[in-house]
């Protein structure tokens, strides 16, 4: 494999995987786009208009009436990006508790997944792009050249979850977070459109006792020996 031009990373909340997307994406000079977001924005739109999380019809409709934006970051306040939800500046709004609880039900309606789809792909079509999710390299971008499933045991994910909201200013409860994040596995991975699941083909990647750093070194030097593989 030459220098992967499309790159995928799918697993649970808090494996890791932001992180390992920003960081590969900037050393190669990609796009990161973490679709995540996507799914959070509509939530949001969701709760502000007091619609049922669970009502598939209104959400449907609702998917496909917001637009959503992610730019590069317009406010120098830690921020990796920007997202506007119809013009509003909302990045740090769709990371609300609100959102966490609401946002599996949201991304389990198949309306709103086929709403988001071609817009996910558009955003890859061009290459050079790390794309962040559940289902990037299952469903939304099946042929890309390399993806990793990457993974942590549900206590040091939950661990790691806390320590981003203190890391914020926040208060935290450790005990909930784990129980809202087992809740959310729960469903995104028995949901029947697009589950998470790894792809036949992604490299896994436990992180449990790896940190970012690690992580990276790993994925990097996976794609070198890939690439000498490639060339004898
Ligand atoms: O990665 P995150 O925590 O920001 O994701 C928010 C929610 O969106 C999570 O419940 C899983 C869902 N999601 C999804 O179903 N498919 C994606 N490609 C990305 C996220």
Redesign the pocket.
């Known amino acids: 494999m030459s220098q992967p031009d499309v790159i995928t990373i799918d697993g649970p909340?808090g494996a890791g995987?932001s992180t390992l997307g920003q960081r590969l994406a900037q050393r190669l000079g990609y796009l990161y786009f973490?679709?995540?977001?996507m799914?959070?924005a509509v939530t949001l739109a969701a709760l502000r208009r007091g619609l049922d999380p669970t009502d598939e019809e209104a959400i449907t409709r609702l998917a496909r009436e917001v637009h959503i934006d992610v730019t590069p970051p317009t406010v120098a306040d830690g921020r990796q990006y920007t997202v506007l939800l119809d013009g509003e500046d909302v990045t740090w709004a769709i990371r609300q508790p609100e959102v966490d609880a609401n946002?599996?039900p949201v991304?389990a309606c198949p309306g709103v997944r086929e709403a988001l789809l071609p817009q996910q792909r558009r955003i890859a079509a061009n290459g050079r792009v790390v794309m962040v999710?559940?289902?990037?390299g299952t469903v939304?971008l099946p042929h890309a050249d390399l993806k990793i499933y990457l993974d942590a045991s549900l206590e040091e994910r939950a661990r790691r979850r806390y320590k981003e909201v203190r890391s914020r200013g926040q208060q935290a409860d450790y005990e909930e977070i784990l129980a809202s994040m087992r809740r959310?596995d729960e469903?995104?991975s028995h949901r029947a459109t697009?589950p998470l699941r790894p792809a036949e083909d992604a490299v896994i990647i436990d992180s449990t006792q790896m940190n970012a750093d690690a992580v990276l070194a790993y994925v990097l030097d996976l794609m070198r020996t890939c690439d000498e593989h490639d060339r004898t």
């Open positions: 909340a995987k973490d679709t995540g977001v799914y959070r946002v599996s991304a999710g559940r289902d990037i939304v959310r469903i995104d697009a």
